[in-house]
């Protein structure tokens, strides 16, 4: 069976830090790119940050604050939020690529920030 | 990176047809033919349905479609069905290894 796992999430007071974690079983994330996505209480899908074999990208909104990273032995992303903020509240999505879309989904870990 | 541009609502009753439109501009939707679909029931998890403009992933049916004209991508719901009702993301690649949503579609079966 195809699972994508997601971790980490939780309430965290702003100006927190939270670590992420995606575990896939079933699927292999060795040969390709990987995303976060998140999506906000009743709001749309945002993209957040993507990860290749040696290459990672990062929203404009997250920059500086998030880093991604992927242990491709373990077949494990993480995401390391730090400095959150109210408006980081949201369902985060671990995603696999399969030509430039987001294929295979996690089942989403909820991140709250609030004091 | 600005999100591209979806109507907030569209509807059809069973059997009639919908197109779903998604502009963006010539640095992502027309710059590039990466531009897939999700579909997300309320409290599911998305799930793509169309890729690279108008592939449908195995398991999809027919009924759902893609194409892109210019800087507009459009997703069109054939026969629809009261399953089809659901909220609807466009996405495109934007270069530089940088993805962009729509600000999402909800489908009403009528």
């Known amino acids: 069976e195809v699972q994508v796992v997601e971790s980490g999430g939780g309430l965290v007071q702003p100006g927190g830090s939270l670590r992420l974690s995606c575990a896939g079983s079933?699927?292999?994330?060795?040969?390709?790119?990987m995303h976060w996505v998140r999506q906000a209480p009743g709001k749309g899908l945002v993209w957040v940050s993507r990860?290749?074999?040696?290459?990672?990208t990062l929203a404009e909104s997250v920059k500086g604050r998030f880093t991604i990273s992927r242990d491709s032995a373990k077949n494990t992303l993480y995401l390391q939020m730090s400095s959150l903020r109210v408006e980081d509240t949201a369902v985060y999505y671990c995603?696999?690529?399969?030509?430039?879309?987001?294929?295979?989904w996690g089942q989403g870990t909820v991140v709250t920030v609030s004091s | 990176q600005s999100a591209l541009t979806q109507p907030p609502s569209a509807s059809g009753s069973p059997g009639q047809s919908v197109t779903i439109s998604c502009s963006g501009t010539?640095?992502?939707?027309?710059?590039?033919?990466?531009v897939s679909w999700y579909q997300q029931h309320p409290d599911k998890t998305p799930k793509v349905i169309i890729s690279?403009?108008?592939k449908r992933p195995s398991g999809v049916p027919d009924r759902f479609s893609g194409s892109k004209s210019g800087n507009t991508a459009s997703l069109t719901v054939s026969g629809l069905q009261a399953e089809d009702e659901a909220d609807y993301y466009c996405?495109?690649?934007?270069?530089?290894?940088?993805?962009?949503f729509g600000g999402g579609t909800k489908l009403t079966v009528l």
């Open positions: 690279e403009v108008n």
């Open positions: 990860i290749g074999r040696a290459t990672s």
């Open positions: 079933g699927v292999t994330f060795i040969n390709h790119s």
């Open positions: 996405s495109s690649y934007a270069g530089n290894n940088n993805w962009v």
């Open positions: 995603v696999r690529d399969t030509a430039y879309a987001f294929e295979i």
């Open positions: 010539s640095s992502d939707v027309g710059g590039y033919n990466y």
